[in-house]
């Protein structure tokens, strides 16, 4: 390839790069908020990759080549693309009947309990062939796209047998190849047990370890599990993410969503890569789970799961960051507790009900993303060798990213180096 760039983005009002912190681990603290930010910047790709973010005045002329794209962008920020670290990308159906259930005042474990929720979405996508969850997930990723992801996690767990989890982990590959976002892969077979294993968590666990899991090995990076009462035990948990960990997954899991039952600490200590949900994680809890986890393991806060289900209770995202335990967002895309793919929405309800400051959460939605997929060293900042996932926004100012409630405020999305 020639020494010319193959894309420049010139003029932009500011260049929010996220780089200028510690590389080694997740940002947190006042780091969180002092990466840097360039005033009249460029963005320019070579390839698949960035070879300049700096300020105008530094642009070198001479690498404009007859060949180069250049796209003037006065009057727009420039970011990171969108790293959404965690979706339930692949499911039949959807649960729109249950929306008017939960209005009329029954709650996400009531109806869990009387076989909706999670196994109302498991009989719709045990029923569905491969060819229709495909074009699902395909009509998500869209939407996903005109957001400004450019990577997105897609978890397993609607399938809950081995025949089923394995076609959606072969759907969530096959969406990978036909779209330009990058995919990264999680086994969720623990969501809840199986229909067939009704009351028998353990059981259940046994199978998933004995014959779904070295099926999934080689289809899934990461492996999760569902820790809440009407799911996994702490200590199910823990047996379950050991076995996972020898045989050779990264870790995740969903915890602390509903009660504080110490499933965080738990994996955290196990070294997982992240712990979701964490709104009934007490800033105490955080202290212990930032230690556990040596500031490496990301508490994922999912701000519009307990607005959907109508909670009070948020994630003290304030409280976890100013006890050194690094925060991401992500919309926990799914049918039942939050089917928004906006994650401009949950970063303006992470600023309004989790306490955090706009430059936190711009943070939180792509480089602490990116480390929550352990990805830290491909995407989430602009910097030279790094991914070219870039996004051109509509606004001149990141003030006005959280302020604009509910808009898209994305005007290009570049992955790879490709406009798309
Ligand atoms: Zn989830």
Redesign the pocket.
């Known amino acids: 390839m020639s020494s010319f760039y193959t894309l420049v983005l010139r003029n932009a009002s500011q260049v929010l790069t996220m780089a200028g912190g510690p590389t080694d681990k997740p940002l947190t603290g006042a780091a969180l908020s002092q990466w840097r930010i360039i005033e009249q910047g460029f963005v320019a790709c070579h390839g698949d990759a960035l070879a300049a973010v700096a300020p105008m005045s530094e642009l070198d002329e001479t690498r404009i080549g007859p060949h180069t794209t250049v796209l003037d962008v006065s009057g727009c920020v420039l970011m990171p693309g969108l790293v959404e670290c965690?979706?339930?990308l692949v499911f039949g159906g959807n649960r729109a009947d249950e929306f008017q259930r939960k209005l009329q005042g029954e709650s996400y474990l009531d109806i869990l309990a009387s076989g909706g929720g999670i196994l109302s979405t498991v009989r719709k996508t045990r029923a569905a062939t491969f060819e229709e969850l495909l074009a699902n997930a395909l009509h998500h990723l869209e939407g996903f796209r005109r957001y400004g992801v450019t990577t997105l996690e897609a978890?397993t767990g609607y399938g809950l047998d081995l025949e089923t989890e394995l076609r959606l982990l072969r759907v969530a590959h096959e969406a990978a190849r036909q779209q330009p976002i990058r995919l990264v892969h999680t086994f969720?077979g623990a969501h809840v047990p199986g229909p067939e294993y009704k009351g028998r968590a353990a059981e259940y666990l046994e199978y998933l370890v004995g014959e779904v899991l070295p099926a999934a090995r080689g289809l899934a990076e990461f492996v999760d599990i569902?820790c809440e009462e009407g799911a996994f035990s702490v200590e199910d948990s823990r047996r379950y993410l050991q076995q996972a960990r020898d045989l050779g997954f990264k870790l995740k899991i969903?915890a602390e969503q509903l009660h504080e039952l110490g499933g965080c600490q738990m994996a955290a200590g196990l070294g997982a890569t992240s712990v979701?949900?964490c709104d009934y994680l007490s800033p105490e809890g955080a202290a212990q789970v930032a230690a556990a986890g040596q500031g490496r393991t990301v508490a994922v806060l999912?701000p519009l799961v307990p607005l959907y289900l109508r909670q009070e209770k948020y994630a003290p995202g304030r409280a976890f960051i100013d006890a050194g335990l690094p925060v991401a967002l992500s919309t926990?895309f799914?049918p039942g507790?939050c089917p928004s793919k906006n994650l401009w929405l949950a970063v303006s309800v992470a600023c309004l009900k989790m306490g955090l400051t706009p430059l936190e959460a711009l943070a939180a939605v792509t480089l602490n993303a990116a480390w929550a997929l352990d990805r830290q060293q491909q995407i989430g900042s602009l910097e030279p060798g790094k991914r070219a996932d870039v996004l051109v926004l509509n606004v001149p100012d990141y003030r006005e990213l959280p302020y604009w409630l509910g808009e898209n405020p994305v005007r290009q999305v570049v992955i790879g180096g490709q406009i798309s």
């Open positions: 965690h979706t339930h978890k969720l569902f969903h979701d949900h999912l926990d799914n507790s």
